[in-house]
């Protein structure tokens, strides 16, 4: 900003105001106006000084009128006999007037101070002056900012070095994207934005990361640059703003638990203290208030709900927007759709952005080159939350003693631990405390608190009344008076623990209260009981991060890897298969000297997660109101393909990596050798190339795998499997794989019409058919007679199950790779023959109509019927036939003959909702039975994927329980 046109253009009244609060500030007291001037007293060390001031309102330069001013300076000498006299003019003060007076006036000292030297005494003691003159929102922002300060991470570490306080200045400009629709195509794209785009967007905001991206950093940051707005010291133009100033709220989750989960009422705790006489309503009609959320994700549905309400009823009454932060990206789409917020995406710190942090914390430039090397070399960037917290934790470590950064994370929380609470501290009464006692302190509150419902923290009373009771029956090298006292000094010194809002004793990093809480559990608790929770909370991201610190106190827990592997088996929603993946990633790395073998089979149980993540992004890709729709089968397997990349691009899983290749390698070898179970080739090929490009990684570097890729010409000819590895190549880009490209540009020739199929047909239009080639391996094989009849049946079973991924693989049985009929899944039925040696179950499902009746019964040589015109197996092996059963609620649908059937899978949602769908048409001579409009099916499925109330499914509940009697599962159905 201009602080000279500012001063100069300072209305005279106010200018003085501003000079009477700047003498003050510098320690001048008794000011007095003695009309045409000012006295004031200066302290001095031995006696005080009586000071006169003119405050002149004109320029004064040489061609001002010298006699004025002459009667003032003699009325002063004459009635203060004054030590010295100060001119004050917030304009320049010319030599020629200063001249002028020197030849007039032989009186006291005269000290000139011009616009030139008072903007520097006002930067130094009245800097609110650039800022407004509204004093109320002054006070404020100053709070706003000391609170900050107060709260920042950084702050918390009282470390005896005072150049770690440079660490709390240190701000790295953070990786963020806005996700927007394109019109024309319908799918989402992802623009680079900055925290500037942000401010000035103008929905609400919801900002999304996992943890450790920031998030807490930018809502601060934001309410900081709004601050600025105000004194028009903003590096980001307001565009169409109003004069109104602005009143950034930050609230915390711990501001909303502490006033019962109302958040209007935790706005109003934070504003009452500067604005007791204002309504909400008057604030908000006076400022432009902005709501920073800093994460609801502690919170269940019900909370969330009705906080978003609160926001947007302000929002819409009032006129106040919210900005919110959360680690829950399905949280994000709901809201987002739900009450029209704009998304946007918070991605951790990159390779630059953590260059940046450390260089300008550590002035040697060979240091920040030691410690880059050291990061990159043991994948510590991946494996920590890359904030400023996390990164001064290794910068002091690696300043203080020069550490080697160690392979896993619990290594650098031990070592931070040793650093932190390692140091000696001495209680109240001098005595000496124990190391081990404050480490149990911290431990047994982490337990505490991860234990607690939300997580929530305790209060400073419960706090001491929890260890109290603890070490009430205990024997302490301290007594027993003395121990609050050592608590309190435990909360203010580590820097682990601080006081919120002078009431909750909180960590200062959800990090530290797991691994505390890892701590706890592996010194005192390393039985069953707590293994079993932390392996049945695995899929839970905070207690997650428990069980890889865990992991990592030893590297070597085989039975604990054994027992997250059989959890991660019973996986079956999409958030436990993406949390599985990352958690496996993390935790085999923390055990890094665990058996191969064991972490071997935990790779191959996360990449069945990524196949199982594949088919629910695909039935993402099919429903229009999705951030993956219309998005081609080739990207939504590049997804998952790079995820488990991501997580398992570790040298510490070199080996384990290289045993789970050769074991698919060996069941394809097999499969190849006796062309048996050929269906399972694009599945192990797909597993395969996982592992091939995560093996030639530069981290891992072995090219083994991806040379055996290479030869297998049944793996390249797979049209899914060729495009994928061709979207890999571009998208790695590394080099060296010119012979993979030629392997592949081979390869394609003969493919050239499947695969423009394959990449550039709607994946709604793939699925189920015989292109989609890439499914998981599972045990259950259902073909039906069409693709909307598959698309229809995954849908109802994951409503009816609250979200499980169905355990059995459906797709449509064809004789000309385009459509179904009940004549093709016989035609498919009799072809598993060539199957039955495999442990799979075959189960061909057709229409209780015409058609299908008629090709149920026509198979009767080799099968049995186990139940009447509904289940037949064949007799040598696991294919079973099995004729859609009819409610019992619309029994008029089964008639004696065959051709007067007319029951098909649609009709499992009964007539009055095909009714009003306007999906059947009713038929002569036949009451209350309607027949199916074929050609409404596939609009008909489409509007069915956004049903989520499990009533309208209720009956296709008959025909799961029999697919479950054929397959021996018991599946627990919500209705």
Request: glycine share 4%; charged share 25%.
């Amino acid at each position: 900003m201009d602080k000279i046109a500012t001063l100069e253009n300072t209305p005279y009244e106010k200018f003085k105001e501003v000079l009477i609060r700047l003498l003050s500030s510098m320690g001048m007291v008794e000011i007095k106006d003695e009309n045409l001037y000012y006295t004031a007293i200066e302290k001095g060390t031995l006696t005080d000084s009586l000071n006169t001031f003119i405050i002149s309102q004109e320029k004064l330069s040489g061609a001002v009128d010298t006699d004025s001013i002459m009667e003032i300076l003699d009325k002063i000498q004459n009635e203060t006999r004054a030590n010295k006299i100060i001119f004050f003019s917030q304009h320049h003060i010319s030599k020629g007037f200063e001249f002028a007076i020197s030849q007039k006036y032989k009186g006291s000292s005269i000290v000139y101070i011009g616009r030139d030297q008072i903007i520097p005494l006002i930067d130094k003691y009245q800097n609110d002056f650039w800022k407004h003159d509204d004093i109320q929102l002054l006070d404020y922002e100053k709070k706003f900012h000391s609170s900050l300060e107060n709260e920042n991470q950084l702050k918390l570490l009282k470390l005896p070095n005072e150049k770690y306080e440079k660490l709390i200045n240190i701000f790295i400009q953070p990786s963020l994207t806005k996700e927007m629709e394109d019109p024309s195509t319908h799918i989402y794209t992802r623009k680079r934005v900055n925290m500037g785009d942000l401010i000035l967007e103008k929905k609400n905001c919801i900002i999304e990361g996992i943890s450790g991206t920031g998030k807490t950093t930018l809502l601060q940051n934001i309410g900081i640059e709004l601050i600025k707005q105000n004194s028009k010291e903003s590096s980001i133009i307001k565009k169409n703003s109003s004069e109104k100033k602005n009143l950034p709220v930050y609230i915390t989750s711990t501001d909303i638990l502490s006033a019962c989960r109302n958040i209007n009422r935790a706005i109003l705790v934070k504003l009452n203290t500067f604005f007791p006489d204002t309504k909400f309503k008057e604030l908000a009609i006076k400022y432009n208030i902005f709501v920073l959320v800093d994460s609801m994700d502690e919170f269940d549905e019900d909370d969330k709900e009705k906080a978003l309400r609160h926001l947007m009823a302000n929002y819409k009454s009032k006129n106040i927007k919210f900005y919110i932060g959360t680690r829950n990206l399905d949280c994000s789409r709901q809201y987002e759709k739900q009450y029209e917020i704009q998304s946007y995406t918070l991605s951790r710190f990159n390779l630059d952005q953590v260059k940046r942090f450390v260089s300008a914390f550590l002035p040697d430039n060979q240091k920040v080159n030691n410690l880059m090397q050291s990061l990159r070399e043991n994948k510590i960037l991946e494996r920590l939350p890359m904030t400023p917290l996390t990164l001064s934790l290794i910068s002091i470590l690696y300043d203080e003693r020069e550490y080697e950064i160690p392979a896993t994370i619990t290594d650098i929380y031990n070592n931070f631990n040793d650093l932190i609470v390692g140091r000696s501290i001495v209680s109240t009464k001098g005595e000496l405390v124990d190391v081990s006692f404050r480490e149990r302190i911290l431990s047994l509150y982490g337990l505490k608190m991860m234990e607690n419902k939300d997580h929530h923290p305790l209060t400073k009373e419960e706090f001491s009344e929890m260890f109290l009771a603890f070490y009430g029956g205990k024997t302490l090298n301290i007594k027993n008076e003395d121990l609050e006292d050592l608590l309190s000094y435990i909360i203010h010194n580590t820097g682990i623990l601080y006081v919120k809002d002078d009431k909750w004793v909180c960590f200062s990093h959800d990090s530290y209260m797991e691994y505390y809480a890892a701590v706890e559990i592996f010194k005192f608790h390393r039985n069953e009981e707590y293994e079993n929770k932390l392996v049945e909370n695995f899929f839970d991201v905070m207690w997650q991060n428990v069980s890889v610190f865990y992991a990592g106190m030893t590297k070597d827990m085989d039975d604990f890897a054994q027992k997250i592997n059989n959890k991660l088996k019973k996986s079956s929603r999409i958030m436990e298969y993406i949390s599985g993946i990352q958690g496996a990633g993390y935790l085999l790395q923390a055990l890094y000297q665990t058996d191969n073998s064991t972490r071997k089979d935990v790779i191959l149980t996360s990449l069945n997660l990524v196949m199982e993540t594949n088919e629910f992004f695909k039935k993402m890709s099919t429903m229009n109101d999705t951030m993956l729709r219309n998005y081609r089968l080739p990207i939504i397997q590049i997804i998952n393909f790079f995820h488990f990349y991501e997580m398992f691009n570790s040298l510490t899983l070199k080996d384990p990596i290289r045993l789970a290749f050769e074991e698919l390698k060996k069941e394809l070898e097999e499969i190849l050798a006796t062309n048996k179970d050929t269906n399972r080739v694009p599945m192990l090929g797909y597993k395969l190339m996982e592992l091939a490009f995560t093996m030639d990684s530069k981290r891992i570097s072995d090219e083994s795998g991806l040379d055996y890729i290479l030869g297998k010409e049944e793996l390249l000819k797979d049209p899914n499997l060729n495009a994928l590895a061709t979207l890999s190549l571009d998208l790695i880009g590394k080099e060296g794989y010119d012979i993979l490209r030629v392997e592949l540009k081979k390869n394609s020739k003969s493919l050239s019409a499947v695969l423009e199929s394959v990449t550039q047909s709607s994946t709604s239009k793939i699925r189920f058919s015989v292109l989609d080639t890439v499914r998981p391996d599972r045990r259950i094989q259902i073909f039906v007679e069409g693709q909307t009849d598959a698309m229809i049946l995954e849908h109802a079973f994951m409503i009816l199950t609250d979200g499980q991924s169905p355990y059995w693989n459906v797709r449509m049985a064809t004789q000309n790779g385009k459509t179904g009929s009940a004549a093709a899944v016989s035609f498919v039925m009799e072809s598993t023959v060539n199957y039955q040696y495999s442990e799979n179950i075959f189960i061909g499902i057709y229409d209780h109509d015409k058609a299908g009746l008629s090709e149920y019964r026509r198979l009767a040589r080799d099968y049995e019927e186990i139940e009447k015109d509904t289940i037949k197996k064949r007799k040598s092996f696991n294919s079973y036939l099995l004729c859609i059963p009819v409610p019992g609620e619309m029994q008029q649908y089964l008639n004696a003959r065959q051709d007067f059937n007319f029951f098909e899978i649609e009709h499992y949602f009964g007539n009055e909702y095909l009714i009003s769908k306007e999906m059947c048409k009713s038929i002569q001579h036949f009451t209350g039975i309607y027949e199916v409009k074929d050609s409404k099916k596939v609009a008909f499925a489409d509007q069915i994927s956004k049903e989520t109330d499990p009533n309208i499914f209720i009956l296709f509940k008959d025909l799961f329980l029999k697919i479950d009697q054929i397959s021996g599962e018991t599946i627990n159905y919500i209705i």
